[in-house]
């Protein structure tokens, strides 16, 4: 019985700093239930939002202890009644789990199960569930953008950013990034922006007006929306939709400035997808890795008794460079 097997994890007992992220190596291993699948981790990809619910600032506090960790990559190991779409050896990702993904293996519903392609390896894997995700319903299901629109994506170096970049340039939309050192703008056009913008430089946001001849643009795709978000209504054209992906604080903004443009302001959560969006999202992606415009970028890997440093690392990090993924 896999119950009986013991493996590493990442446990967490109290909310607190990274530090509270701790390695166990006597942790049983999860049994898969109905239409559930049990996978050998080989990486996870490292999320913003695991920070904020490991702090205990997030809405939604899982039940102490627990593992975090949502995007994986590995081999299905087994699989619970009901599961038809994989098989025990089937290469996967995921884009949540039941029992957490910083760990050697992992339980995830098989809905959020995805065949991964041979072109991939783990590590790519690791950093699609989240990013990928959410950058397609940001994109599609929440600012409806449509081919000829222009697009500005804050953060374009980072995880969603560089989805977000690989995603646009696929749906024909003008892509416009930003990024905070030189290798993050190098990735971002890279990945598919247009023109990308250092965000540290004074009056950046007067170059992305000039680049858009006075317009403004269409949509936004913003990660640190407590910063960014009074400047967006600004930049944005008539009917604009600023989509706010993440924030790590509070703002003051001016509702006059919708009032204006007629502009709109929607929040992205992927926790609320239906599963036909999840599956018209899984459809496209697969289509984008086969045909390799879908590269997904890793930044720094780390082993998973690093745990704590990579949470810090992503919240610290003076520029993103790609995906954060822990390695089993």
């Avoid at 607190?16 to 291993?29: F, I, N, T």
């Avoid at 008539?238 to 001016?254: A, F, L, M």
């Amino acid at each position: 019985m896999s119950g009986s097997r013991l493996m590493r994890a990442i446990r967490v007992s109290e909310f607190g700093a990274p530090s509270v992220l701790r390695l166990c190596s006597d942790v049983p291993v999860p049994q898969p239930g109905h239409r559930q699948v049990l996978i050998h981790v080989r990486a996870c990809g490292v999320n913003p939002v695991e920070t904020y619910i490991r702090s205990g600032s997030y809405a939604r506090k899982p039940t102490l202890p627990y593992t975090p960790g949502s995007d994986v990559a590995g081999v299905v190991d087994a699989v619970g009644e009901g599961v038809t779409a994989v098989k025990a050896g089937d290469r996967v990702f995921t884009t949540a789990t039941e029992s957490g993904g910083y760990a050697e293996y992992a339980v995830a519903a098989d809905d959020c199960v995805h065949k991964l392609p041979d072109a991939l390896d783990f590590t790519q894997g690791a950093a699609i569930g989240i990013p990928y995700f959410t950058a397609y319903r940001a994109l599609v299901h929440k600012a409806h953008a449509k081919a000829g629109e222009t697009v500005l994506i804050h953060g374009a170096s980072g995880g969603v950013g560089v989805a977000a970049c690989q995603l646009s340039r696929a749906l024909g939309l003008r892509v416009l990034g930003t990024a905070g050192t030189t290798e993050g703008m190098k990735l971002a056009l890279s990945s598919g922006a247009h023109l990308v913008f250092n965000h540290r430089e004074e009056g950046y946001t007067d170059k992305i007006m000039e680049a858009t001849e006075g317009r403004g643009v269409n949509v936004i795709v913003e990660m640190l929306s407590n910063v960014n978000l009074s400047k967006d209504l600004q930049l944005l054209a008539h009917g604009g939709r600023v989509t706010v992906v993440g924030s790590r604080g509070s703002i003051e903004i001016n509702p006059r400035d919708t009032m204006a443009k007629e502009s709109s302001i929607v929040g992205v959560a992927l926790f609320f997808s239906t599963p036909e969006e999840k599956k018209e999202c899984a459809s496209l992606l697969f289509a984008g890795m086969e045909a390799g415009w879908l590269r997904p970028v890793v930044g720094p890997q780390y082993p998973l008794e690093k745990a704590a440093q990579a949470h810090h690392d992503i919240m610290e990090s003076p520029g993103a460079a790609g995906k954060i993924v822990l390695t089993m």
